[in-house]
C-alpha cells in the first residue's frame, strides 16, 4: 500500500511546526509569569508597606501638630479629628502587620504598635489634663520614637524594593537569553525540516521531470529511478512501464520493416 505524500509529508511538517508554536508559547508564558512573579512581589508587598509608612508618618504629624497648636494657643484639641487620624493610623498599622515580607519587618512593627500605643494614652491624657509646659515636651519625646521607627520602616522596604528590583532585571536579562537561544533553536529546526522537505521534493520532482522529457524525446531506453512507496514513485513507475512498452513496440516495428 502506498504511503501518500499528503498524509504522511504533510503532517509530520504540521506536527513539527505545531510543536515548535506550542513549545514557544509555554516557554514564552513561563518566563513571563516568572518575571510577573517577581514584580508583583515588589508591588504587592513593600511597595504598599512603603505606603503604609507614609500615610502612618502624616497621621502622627497631623495628631502632634494639633496638639502642639492647641497649646501655644490655648485653645482646646479638636477631638474628633484627632481621633480620626488615630483610626487611619490604625488601619495602617494593621494593614503593615498582615504584609510583613523583609526579615526583621515584624519586630519593627510590634515596635511601632507599642510606642503608637504609648503616644496616643499621652495624646488622650493632655487632652484630658492639659499642661503645656512639661506633657508636650514629653509628647515630642514619644512622638520621635514613633516617628523614626516609621521611616525605618519605610527605608527597609526601599531598600529591599531596590534590590528586588535588581534582581527582577537580572532575571529579565538571562529570561531574554533563554527564549532567543529556544527561539533560535526553534527556527533552525523549522528551516532544516523545510530545507530537507523542499530538497527531499526537488530532486524527485526533477527526475521525473527529466524521465518524461526523454519519454517525449522517444529514448525509450531511459528509466525513472524513484526509491519510496508515495505517489511520485508510484508515477515513475507506470511511466517506466509505459516507457517499456513503447520500447519494445519501437523495436518490432524495426523489425518489421527488416
Known amino acids: 500500500m502506498k504511503t501518500s505524500i499528503r498524509s504522511r509529508k504533510f503532517t509530520m511538517g504540521m506536527i513539527l511546526f505545531l510543536v515548535i508554536i506550542l513549545l514557544l508559547s509555554v516557554s514564552s ?10 514584580t508583583s512581589a515588589i508591588l504587592n508587598e513593600n511597595h504598599y508597606s ?5 500615610d502612618m508618618s502624616e497621621n502622627l504629624i497631623n495628631i502632634n501638630q494639633s496638639i502642639i497648636n492647641c497649646s501655644l494657643t490655648n485653645k482646646k484639641p479638636d477631638t474628633l479629628a484627632i481621633n480620626s487620624e488615630f483610626n487611619l493610623f490604625n488601619k495602617s498599622l494593621k494593614l503593615e502587620k498582615n504584609n510583613i515580607t523583609e526579615i526583621g519587618e515584624d519586630a519593627l512593627a510590634s515596635d511601632i504598635e507599642k510606642n503608637y500605643n504609648d503616644y496616643r494614652a499621652y495624646v488622650i491624657e493632655i487632652i484630658k489634663q492639659p499642661n503645656p509646659d512639661v506633657k508636650v515636651l514629653n509628647l515630642q519625646k514619644k512622638f520621635d520614637n514613633v516617628y523614626q521607627q516609621l521611616i525605618l520602616l519605610s527605608k527597609m522596604n526601599e531598600k529591599a524594593i531596590e534590590v528586588k528590583t ?10 531574554t537569553l533563554q527564549m532567543t537561544f529556544i527561539g533560535t533553536l526553534c527556527f ?11 530538497s527531499y521534493f526537488n530532486d524527485r520532482f526533477y527526475k521525473l521531470y527529466n524521465g518524461i522529457k526523454e519519454v517525449v524525446a522517444s529514448n525509450y531506453r531511459e528509466r525513472i529511478h524513484l526509491k519510496g512507496s508515495d505517489e511520485l514513485s508510484e508515477m515513475s513507475l507506470i511511466i517506466n512501464e ?7 513496440e519501437d523495436k518490432t516495428k524495426v523489425v518489421s520493416i527488416d
Not at 509505459?242 to 519494445?248: A, P
Open 188 to 198: 533552525l529546526i523549522a528551516y532544516g525540516y523545510t530545507f530537507i522537505f523542499s
Open 50 to 54: 512603603v505606603v503604609y509608612a507614609r
Open 166 to 175: 535588581v534582581d527582577a532585571k537580572i532575571s529579565a536579562k538571562r529570561f
Open 29 to 38: 508564558g513561563y518566563y513571563l509569569n516568572k518575571l510577573s512573579s517577581k
Open 242 to 248: 509505459m516507457t517499456e512498452k513503447l520500447d519494445k
